[in-house]
């Protein structure tokens, strides 16, 4: 069974950086065209893709967000990481990670996410 | 990077009813078109992957056709379950980005 979970702190300050942690199971990012990506939706609003980490360790970043994300992996933990630097309220949002198997090009299984508040 | 366009924003549709959805891009994506849904406070959930694969577990009544820059999906016989909001996203950019999204609401 496939599973991934979202976890890092509900709350962060303007000016912050933000540090997520996505852990999965039952899959490897290891495996030939494995793919795991973060994504956010603000309160309301529509999705919005972040970051994505591929299993030859390419990344991709959000072209308004890239000066501010970092992604990163740890295949021996099942883990891929985002760091997001200087927090806005704008940033506010549930953050969720995602896997995309290279036969698919879609996102197939998701975390349940987890939500961010940036306020001072 | 690639805009994705969705009509209508919102709907309102009775069960049994037959629904589509447009989705816009702004540049030639190929098929590299997918669907989802998402309910109320849940993550969402993928329905149709490339323009009209159908996600394993996902009902038959569902379906996506389109090429280029213009994709439908349509949920034949809408069922009480199917209320929900809807997302088309490319995968033909590394940069991903989805469509605004459509409520279908009860009418």
């Known amino acids: 069974q496939v599973t991934l979970k979202e976890s890092g702190p509900a709350l962060v300050k303007p000016t912050q950086t933000l540090t997520l942690t996505c852990t999965f199971s039952?899959?490897?990012?290891?495996?030939?065209?494995?793919?795991v990506s973060w994504l956010r939706q603000p309160p309301g609003k529509a999705l919005e893709w972040v970051a994505r980490i591929d299993w030859d360790d390419d990344k991709f970043y959000n072209t308004s967000l890239k000066t501010r994300l970092t992604i990163s992996k740890d295949t021996s933990k099942n883990q891929v990481v985002l760091t997001m630097t200087n927090m806005d309220p704008v940033d506010t949002a549930m953050y969720y990670c995602?896997?995309?198997?290279?036969?698919?090009?879609?996102?197939?299984?998701w975390g349940q996410g987890t939500m961010v508040t940036v306020s001072s | 990077d690639i805009q994705m366009t969705q009509s209508p924003s919102s709907l309102s549709a009775s069960v049994g009813d037959r629904v589509t959805i447009t989705c816009r891009a702004s540049q030639s994506i190929s098929s590299y078109l997918n669907w989802y849904q998402q309910k109320p406070g849940k993550a969402p959930k993928l329905l149709i992957y490339t323009t009209s694969s159908l996600q394993s577990g996902v009902p038959s009544r569902f379906s996506g056709s389109g090429t280029e820059t213009y994709f439908t999906l349509t949920i034949n016989n809408l069922q009480p379950e199917d209320f929900a909001t809807y997302y088309c996203q490319q995968s033909y950019s590394n940069y991903r980005t989805f469509g605004q999204g459509t409520k279908v609401e009860i009418k």
């Open positions: 039952g899959f490897s990012l290891s495996t030939d065209g494995m793919r």
């Open positions: 995602a896997r995309i198997p290279s036969r698919l090009g879609a996102f197939d299984i």
